[in-house]
């Protein structure tokens, strides 16, 4: 069990340099686009909203892998404890593993993930409606005769 809890704290130090090192990729990336203001084409502006939201599947894929290792494994080795605690005849013996069990729960730590996972899968419905919104958006202006060339907004 101690293994386990070792592995999802392990985990959650991916997810945290994973989250951060893609986080300040794209905040680099954001203040550049800043600094181009009106040079910057629409293009790295894509790059940029890509690596966002790639950066956002990932870390919602770790949450989802971290959810259900501390669902499912650490929880099953944890469960053990009480039916071994229930072979024990000692009482005072019979307390270690029980207290071990109340002493070992990680239920903190995956309604956090939860929260979080929730949190980034939002974020990238979001994300989602908002590019697929701008590109048709973006289709329909591009349309011969029906956009901002050749169309009645046309400059003369």
Known sequence: MFTQMVSSYSDIKVIL???????????????????L?????????????????????VLAF???FLISDLSGTYNAHRNTLTTKAACISDATWQKVPRAI?????????????IAFLVFV?????????????????????????????GGQHELV
Do not use: H
Not at 27 to 34: G, H, N
Not at 101 to 112: A, L
Not at 127 to 138: D, K, N, V
């Open 101 to 113: 069990f109340t002493e070992s729960s990680m239920d903190s730590e995956r309604s956090w993930a």
């Open 121 to 149: 899968l939002l974020m990238i419905v979001v994300m989602l409606y908002m590019l697929f919104t701008i590109s048709s958006a973006l289709e329909k202006v591009n349309r011969p005769g029906q956009g901002w060339v």
């Open 37 to 57: 203001r009106s040079d910057a084409t629409q293009q790295e502006y894509m790059y940029f909203y890509g690596f966002a939201l790639v950066c956002l599947i």
């Open 62 to 64: 770790l949450l989802g």
């Open 17 to 35: 340099y994973i989250s951060a090192i893609g986080g300040g990729v794209c905040l680099l990336y954001c203040l550049y686009l800043v600094f």
